[in-house]
Structure formats: structure tokens, C-alpha cells
């Protein structure tokens, strides 16, 4: 495995980690406009189609 994303389905956060050529993973966090790419698919997605269809609660607890 060389990378594997987490999505927040509460509070619209999103994670990824990556193994890079050392044995530590790294973290990259997504706000709202950023999009991800998950290299080892060879694919990239907005944050925003991550979220698509998804309601969250009214306290504003979202990422920037």
C-alpha cells in the first residue's frame, strides 16, 4: 500500500497518506476547493464530488 485516504462523512475533512521512498508516511490535508489526487490510481478529485450528496450538521464545523 502506498497511500490510502480518510474522509470525514462529520465534518467534511479530508486526509490522505502517502508512503514517499522512506518508510514514513506523510500527511496531505484537503480543504473544500482543493482537489486530490490518489496517484497509485492515477486518478484526481475535487473535494467538493467527495461531498457531493452528503448533509452535514448546521454548526459550521467544516474546513475552509
Partial sequence: MHE???IDSQCRAVELYRREKNPLWTLHAFGSEDEVELVSLGVRLSVTSLFEN??????????A
Fill in 4 to 6: 490510502y485516504l480518510l
Fill in 54 to 63: 452528503v448533509t452535514f450538521p448546521e454548526d459550521g464545523n467544516s474546513l
